[in-house]
């Protein structure tokens, strides 16, 4: 059985993930590290639910005693130093989304992908839905001309989910996006998005704050409309299962590190367009000093809003 490592619990996804790999008998976590928000009462708790074998102290230690590691922690800008001590050691790891969160570590994390196993990161880009198109043949589907998509909850940590779906069905070749405006009525926050590609497909991408959205995708093609909702039951498994594949057959069917990369820059070129006043931003525009989304202040939100879900 593959022997998990969690670095930070965070989020909600190490409840969930465990939850699901407890019905497929392939995969476990094994140790956890936290230096996260959450308290001694909620690591034991997760410890004891899911009868992991130790907590570790270091990093080192818990590479030491794992096949892979997943890196939990809300705060992406600490991604780099938490995957570091596993890449070093050859151990494959996977980063939560959004994987980072600047233009600088985007460019870092490429480049420590030539060497090392980096799996990730929105297990929105593996939805059925969405592997169901991308599999279709262009000859019987027609040749993608626009996507439509939209997500809920914030600006960035939950909407990458939907760039990354957007991805997944148009591919890579982002060269710009724009910021096309916003709406706000009581209290809740609506922005919009437009994104161009290299091969001439375009994609607009709404964001909502305040309050959960479904991640809805409306694809016109050169022969028809297709429209679907992501069934979120349904993805974690979907990531999972891929992850497993991989650790088991050495077969990475997971989007490769410049992929999901170009998620995030094409999340920075909005942002730097929106305060640009919807100036379209070329991704290879963006400034090395751009300092991009804070990880650290989201942290900080995220923490203060976060109510215990291990005890």
């Known amino acids: 059985m ?180 916003h709406s706000s009525i009581d209290g809740k926050t609506c922005e919009t998005f437009f994104v161009k590609y290299a091969n001439g497909v375009t994609a607009v991408y709404n964001t909502f704050q305040g309050a959960w959205q479904p991640f809805e995708f409306v694809i016109m093609t050169t022969k028809a409309t297709c429209q679907f909702r992501v069934d979120t039951a349904k993805i974690y498994a979907a990531l999972l299962d891929r992850i497993c594949d991989y650790m088991e057959t050495k077969k990475n069917t997971l989007a490769p590190v410049p992929a999901l990369t170009e998620s995030v820059k094409i999340m920075l070129a909005g942002r730097i367009s929106r305060e640009q006043k919807g100036r379209e931003c070329r991704l290879a525009d963006i400034p090395d000093n751009d300092p991009g989304y804070d990880g650290h202040i989201f942290e900080r939100a995220y923490a203060a809003a976060a109510k215990k879900i291990y005890v």
């Open 2 to 181: 593959i022997r998990i490592g969690a670095v930070n619990i965070d989020i909600s996804h190490p409840l969930a993930f465990a939850e699901y790999l407890k019905t497929t008998g392939r995969a476990r976590y094994a140790a956890v590290f936290n230096d996260g928000f959450r308290g001694d009462d909620e690591v034991d708790a997760f410890i004891r639910k899911y009868n992991l074998e130790k907590r570790c102290r270091t990093l080192e230690e818990l590479a030491d005693c794992v096949d892979v590691v997943f890196v939990h922690g809300c705060n992406w800008d600490k991604h780099l130093a938490y995957a570091k001590p596993f890449i070093a050691r050859k151990k494959p790891v996977f980063i939560d989304k959004p994987i980072v969160g600047n233009i600088r570590d985007c460019k870092a994390i490429e480049t420590l992908a030539a060497g090392a196993v980096i799996l990730g990161s929105s297990s929105v880009r593996y939805a059925q839905e969405i592997v169901n198109f991308a599999g279709q043949p262009e000859s019987e589907r027609g040749k993608i001309l626009n996507v439509f998509a939209t997500a809920g909850v914030d600006e960035f940590n939950y909407a990458v989910h939907v760039v990354e779906g957007i991805e997944g069905i148009v591919g890579t070749g982002a060269l710009s996006c724009a910021f096309m405006g």
